[in-house]
């Protein structure tokens, strides 16, 4: 099968419908966030990282790998949750390269604010239509194909 220059029709109806998935999914969660909450995905996203790491603190280069991004892209991410009081950045008193971000208490009510939203749609859309075996498997398969596609833990990118 992998020598094969072209899919099969079954190939092609599933990555149309992962490509449409992709597409799809991300901007609904998007306007859920945006209209509900004031916060893009992207921004949902590191807050809910932050909250997740010890000391509510992760390094800018750990967060934009975590979102398959680029540093001044995750720099701009950041600089707006700064601008809004919702993370601190700060430099590594022993290492001045490196930056962390921290997530402060105004940041962690914003993200406690926009989550049940978030988990709501989430639920509605997409876990309520899953069986538990069904859900089991599609955790089994996108890890592994987020796996073959170079990511090491299965983490959705930011």
């Given at each position: 099968?992998?020598?094969?220059?072209?899919?099969?029709?079954?190939?092609?109806?599933?990555?149309?419908?992962?490509?449409?998935?992709?597409?799809?999914?991300p901007a609904a969660l998007e306007q859920q966030?945006?209209?509900?909450?004031?916060?893009?995905?992207?921004?949902?996203?590191?807050?809910?990282?932050?909250?997740?790491?010890?000391?509510?603190?992760?390094?800018?280069?750990?967060?934009?790998?975590?979102?398959?991004?680029?540093?001044?892209?995750?720099?701009?991410?950041?600089?707006?949750?700064?601008?809004?009081?919702?993370?601190?950045?700060?430099?590594?008193?022993?290492?001045?390269r490196v930056v962390h971000v921290t997530l402060?208490?105004?940041?962690?009510?914003?993200?406690?604010?926009?989550?049940?939203?978030?988990?709501?749609?989430?639920?509605?859309?997409?876990?309520?239509?899953?069986?538990?075996?069904?859900?089991?498997?599609?955790?089994?398969?996108?890890?592994d194909i987020t796996g073959a596609f170079g990511?090491?833990?299965?983490?959705?990118?930011?």
């Amino acid at each position: 099968m992998a020598d094969r220059d072209e899919l099969d029709a079954q190939e092609q109806d599933a990555w149309l419908a992962l490509a449409a998935m992709l597409s799809v999914v991300p901007a609904a969660l998007e306007q859920q966030l945006q209209r509900h909450d004031r916060l893009s995905l992207v921004e949902f996203l590191a807050l809910s990282m932050l909250a997740d790491s010890a000391g509510h603190q992760v390094r800018m280069s750990d967060l934009a790998e975590a979102a398959s991004s680029t540093p001044s892209r995750i720099s701009r991410v950041v600089a707006g949750l700064e601008s809004e009081g919702f993370v601190t950045r700060s430099m590594d008193p022993k290492d001045r390269r490196v930056v962390h971000v921290t997530l402060l208490p105004k940041g962690s009510a914003k993200l406690r604010e926009a989550a049940p939203g978030h988990a709501r749609m989430l639920r509605s859309r997409l876990f309520d239509r899953l069986t538990e075996a069904q859900l089991k498997g599609l955790v089994d398969v996108l890890q592994d194909i987020t796996g073959a596609f170079g990511s090491t833990d299965g983490s959705p990118s930011l």
